[in-house]
C-alpha cells in the first residue's frame, strides 16, 4: 500500500491551491478569447500593425484568465462571476425564448394576459378556454383555432 509523502508534489500543489477561486465562466472566457487571440496573431502575423495587436490581448486575456483563477480574494471573484452570468443571461434570454417559440409552435402558442402583460405558454387544443394568469390570478378568455 502506497501512502502519499506529506511534502510531495501533489501535496504542494493542494496546498497552493487551497482558498483560491479556480475556474468559472469568466475564467473560461477569458481563456477562450486569448486562445482566439493567439490563433490570430498566426493568421494576422505579416501585417505591420496587428502583428502586435493580437499578441498583447492573448497577454493581456491569459493574465487576467490565470488571475481570477489564483485569486485568493473569493468572494469578490464570485460577485464578478454572478455578474457576469447575469449580463449574459439577459443578453441570450430573448434568443432563447425566441428560439423556444419556434420550437413548440407546434404544440403550443404563446399569449400575453391583458392585466399584467406576462407572457403565457399554452397548449395548443382548438376551441374556446377560459385561461387563468399565474402571475397575476386573473382570468380571460383565449381562442384557439384548428391547425393548418
Known amino acids: 500500500m502506497r501512502h502519499s509523502n506529506p511534502y510531495g508534489f501533489r501535496y504542494r500543489l493542494a496546498r497552493f491551491f487551497a482558498g483560491r477561486n479556480g475556474a468559472d465562466a469568466l475564467y ?3 481563456f477562450s478569447l486569448s486562445l482566439i487571440f493567439i490563433f490570430l496573431s498566426g493568421i494576422f502575423y505579416a501585417h505591420s500593425v496587428l502583428k502586435y495587436l493580437f499578441p498583447a490581448l ?3 486575456a491569459f493574465g487576467y484568465a490565470l488571475f481570477r483563477m489564483l485569486s ?3 468572494t469578490k471573484r464570485q460577485r464578478e462571476n454572478a455578474a457576469f452570468r447575469r ?3 439577459s443578453l441570450f ?3 432563447r425564448r425566441t428560439y423556444l417559440r419556434i420550437r413548440d409552435r407546434k404544440t403550443h402558442l404563446y399569449r400575453k394576459c391583458p392585466y399584467c402583460k406576462s407572457t403565457l405558454r399554452l397548449a395548443r387544443i382548438p376551441g374556446d378556454h377560459i385561461v387563468r394568469c399565474p402571475s397575476c390570478g386573473e ?3 383565449v381562442k384557439v383555432k384548428k391547425q393548418p
Open 28 to 30: 473560461y472566457l477569458a
Open 58 to 60: 492573448y497577454l493581456l
Open 72 to 74: 485568493r480574494n473569493v
Open 87 to 89: 449580463a449574459m443571461k
Open 93 to 95: 434570454m430573448p434568443l
Open 139 to 141: 382570468r380571460f378568455p
